[in-house]
Nanobody, 124 residues
Framework: QEQLVESGGGLVQAGGSLRLSCAAS????????MGWYRQGPGNQRELVAQ???????NDADSVKGRFTISRDNAQNTVYLQMNSLKPEDTAVYYC??????????????????WGQGTQVTVSS
């Protein structure tokens, strides 16, 4: 059974850094796009960043220059390095993966594999 397991969330002061990891497992798991969504209190789920199997990346404007997504294809693992964190980055961060195609804003839950979510809290 395909599974995404996240780690790396936590509490950090504004200006600090965190690194999220998401490892995909499952014998039939052949992934193209991997990425991260987040959902803050009272907000809709937002696509933060994604990376394809070929290494093409795409970041939300709100995190450009601060967050970096990377990937280890051999390990089926995606990382999100978050620097210069702001209180507005506080959210539950979800890893997502698709075997074909890419991720997009408003992606239906049934069209991707999802992690369980990891809380990121940035204090001011």
């Amino acid at each position: 059974q395909e599974q995404l397991v996240e780690s790396g969330g936590g509490l950090v002061q504004a200006g600090g850094s965190l690194r999220l990891s998401c490892a995909a497992s499952g014998s039939s798991f052949s992934i193209n796009a991997m990425g991260w969504y987040r959902q803050g209190p009272g907000n809709q789920r937002e696509l933060v960043a994604q990376i394809t199997g070929g290494g093409t990346t795409n970041d939300a404007d709100s995190v450009k220059g601060r967050f970096t997504i990377s990937r280890d294809n051999a390990q089926n693992t995606v990382y999100l390095q978050m620097n210069s964190l702001k209180p507005e980055d506080t959210a539950v961060y979800y890893c997502a993966a698709r075997e074909r195609g890419i991720l997009w804003e408003g992606l239906p839950l049934a069209q991707a594999h999802w992690g369980q979510g990891t809380q990121v809290t940035v204090s001011s």
